[in-house]
């Protein structure tokens, strides 16, 4: 019964913080925008970088990648390389999140709008 009281209690917190969370989140926001994060696949013949707004910002691929002359292979390799840059730029995400989310006294795991 007193479960519902104590809910209550953190809403009316994060209420009261609601424009530092606004800031903080605009701020994160910001930093993700200029994260990147790489991914690479065939012993680094294919490249690939993303930023936090999970855009590709790069894309390289060597010479012997393209020597290879395996269409479906090379679709295969720049597949592999983009998700794990991908990947990579969903943790990193994540991790800010969290930290931001713990520098403010949230709850874990609580998702922002256009964050997750």
Do not use: C, H, Y
């Amino acid at each position: 019964m007193f479960e519902i009281f104590k809910g209550m209690g953190q809403l009316a917190g994060l209420m009261r913080n609601l424009p530092k969370i606004r800031q903080e989140a605009e701020q994160l926001q910001q930093r993700l925008a200029g994260l990147v994060a790489e991914g690479d696949a065939g012993a680094g013949m294919v490249k690939a970088k993303v930023n936090g707004k999970m855009e590709v910002v790069g894309f390289t691929l060597t010479e012997e990648a393209l020597k290879l002359n395996d269409r479906e292979m090379l679709e295969d390799l720049i597949k592999a390389a983009v998700n794990q840059a991908l990947t990579r730029a969903r943790e990193t995400a994540a991790e800010e999140t969290g930290k931001m989310a713990a520098s403010l006294g949230l709850p874990p795991g609580m998702n922002f709008p256009g964050m997750s």
